[in-house]
């Protein structure tokens, strides 16, 4: 069965950090592409960053945090990362990890992606 379990969220300062976690099983992680998302209160779900399949370290991340996030992978754990940096309440959301084989043009496509987390929030307030 495959499975994506995603942690690491709670309530953090404008300014600071949380490093969400995105444990996966029942597949070969190797083999996919594992995205995070994140959904803020009343708008659409929005892509935040992706780790290529293939074994290597090829990352992709939206403008809106290039320079403070930072996605990784760790082959060994079958676990995916999300290190935040320079939290802006702006960034308050549910963020979700999510596994699929979308090619680059379409990493920003939910349905591109088969298998979903369950979310963990992220609130950035003062």
């Known amino acids: 069965e495959v499975q994506l379990q995603a942690s690491g969220g709670g309530l953090v300062q404008p300014g600071g950090a949380l490093k969400l976690s995105c444990v996966t099983s029942?597949?070969?992680?190797?083999?996919?592409?594992i995205s995070w998302f994140r959904q803020a209160p009343g708008k659409e779900r929005e892509w935040v960053a992706a780790?290529?399949?293939?074994?290597?370290?090829?990352?992709y991340y939206a403008d809106s945090v290039k320079g403070r996030f930072t996605i990784s992978r760790d082959y060994a754990k079958n676990t995916a990362y999300l290190q935040m940096n320079s939290l802006k309440p702006e960034d308050t959301a549910v963020y979700y990890c999510?596994?699929?084989?979308?090619?680059?043009?379409?990493?920003?496509?939910?349905?591109?992606?088969?298998?979903w987390g369950q979310g963990t929030l992220v609130t950035v307030s003062s």
């Open positions: 780790t290529r399949s293939g074994g290597g370290s090829v990352t």
């Open positions: 999510a596994r699929g084989r979308p090619p680059v043009g379409s990493l920003r496509n939910t349905g591109a992606y088969t298998y």
């Open positions: 029942g597949f070969t992680f190797r083999d996919y592409t």
